[in-house]
């Protein structure tokens, strides 16, 4: 799924990004409302996170532009206060408000209620139970480790792509993350004796892709 994060404050940006990114989300970022008009423009966004005193178009005007012209969810950020600021951007149009400041993880859950991200995932004979945290194959709960569970939804989340081993220690093991690279391998072999070696395939000097025949 697609996230815009249009924000002036960059750090905020940053922070919001890195959580939702290792959710498995694909994420634009913005840092005014022209921008993100723009890039809502030119991808299929699911949902927009938008700071409500953003220069050039504030939040409440790209949300009108936005829900007269998709289905996009809309979450306003903002740190106004008064209960007809919150009245305001609901009758513009937005499905969530948020005052500032906040807390990430409250935000990821919003996000995810919004997007109905809470409902288990199926691809195959794979199933994935994001609230438990769980995943089970042929109704059998999976010995995953951490790392094990959240490469296999990272993998589900982006079914059919190829992911490189950059993309996967970003996303995976975090950005900080200074350690071998070929931990990559080691840990998708695992993964592959647990949930089936023919589902994910190897690209060689590329990547690594979930591919599956629906049943």
Known sequence: MNILIADDEQQM?????????????TVFEAKDGEEALAIFDANKIDLAILDWMMPKIDGIEV???MKE?????VLILTAKSQNEDEIKALHNGADEYIKKPFDPRILMLRVKKLLRVGEDIQVSSIRINEMEK???????????TKIEYDLLLFFIKNKGVILSRD???DIVWGMDYEGDHRTVDTHIRRLRAKIGDDMIKTY???GYCLEVKED
């Open 167 to 169: 993309k996967l220690i």
């Open 13 to 25: 940006v940053k922070i919001l990004s890195s959580y939702l990114k290792k959710e498995g989300f």
């Open 204 to 206: 060689r000097g590329i």
């Open 69 to 73: 012209n998709s289905q996009t969810k």
């Open 63 to 65: 949300c009108k532009y």
């Open 134 to 144: 769980k995943a089970y194959k042929h109704k059998e709960l999976l010995p995953l």
